[in-house]
């Protein structure tokens, strides 16, 4: 079956860029879309066709993929930033969508 | 504003059934591809089934294909779940969630109904 990878965590200091990795197959054919999880909050989308924002969402965040690797960038991160990120991807194969395992972004 | 309320959620034990609903407003609900997700307690996410916006479409997870069955009503702005043969690992938060108009891309999510399956 389809497999995404993320790192579990991140750790970030205020101010400073927060990188979240998102490895999986075939990533040139197919997008990648991010959501994040607050604790104890349902997910949000954050990215979506591997870089558009949907709207209300800052422009701190963005998106890009080279290769196998998806990676959501987030610029100046605050402490309200911290979350759980989670990529997703349609995997055409099976016709299902795929969650990678998440990662907790920590603001230090 | 979107609005998405999930509800039915409850204690069962292994075997039995349960029917989740979510009642969608503050848009044109059958114009939407819709998805159930669900996420076990202190787990990651695991996307359940996704239905079309008429209904004529549907897929579902391989961890429930054969024991849930996802259905709408358009009439009354209502997406189901229905479970049976409940096993201790579909105890989860049940969380309904929006596709586009154009594919089942996740854009806005309920806040979640929980499940549990236990003896």
């Known amino acids: 079956s389809y497999v995404l990878t993320q790192p579990p965590s991140v750790s970030v200091a205020p101010g400073e860029t927060a990188r979240i990795t998102c490895g999986g197959d075939n990533f040139e054919t197919t997008s990648v879309h991010w959501h994040q999880q607050m604790p104890g909050q349902a997910p949000i989308l954050v990215l979506f066709?591997?870089?558009d924002r949907p709207s209300g969402i800052p422009e701190r965040f963005s998106g890009s993929k080279s290769g196998n690797t998806a990676t959501l960038t987030i610029t100046t991160v605050e402490a309200g930033d911290e979350a759980d990120y989670y990529c997703q991807v349609w995997d055409s194969s099976s016709d299902h969508w795929v969650f990678g395992g998440g990662t907790r972004l920590t603001v230090l | 504003q979107v609005h998405l309320v999930e509800s039915g959620g409850g204690l069962v034990k292994p075997g039995e059934s349960l029917r989740l609903s979510c009642v969608a407003s503050?848009?044109?609900?059958?114009?939407?591809?819709m998805n159930w997700v669900r996420q076990a307690p202190g787990k990651g996410l695991e996307w359940v089934a996704y239905i079309t916006g008429r209904g004529s479409t549907i897929y579902y997870a391989d961890s429930v294909k054969g024991r849930f069955t996802v259905s709408r009503d358009n009439a009354k702005n209502s997406l189901y779940l229905q479970m049976n043969t409940l096993r201790a690992e579909d105890t989860a938060i049940y969380f309904c969630?929006?596709?586009?108009?154009?594919?089942?891309?996740?854009?806005?999510w309920g806040q979640g109904t929980l499940v549990t399956v236990s003896s």
């Open positions: 066709y591997d870089s």
């Open positions: 969630a929006r596709g586009f108009t154009s594919s089942s891309i996740i854009d806005h």
């Open positions: 503050g848009f044109t609900f059958s114009s939407h591809f």
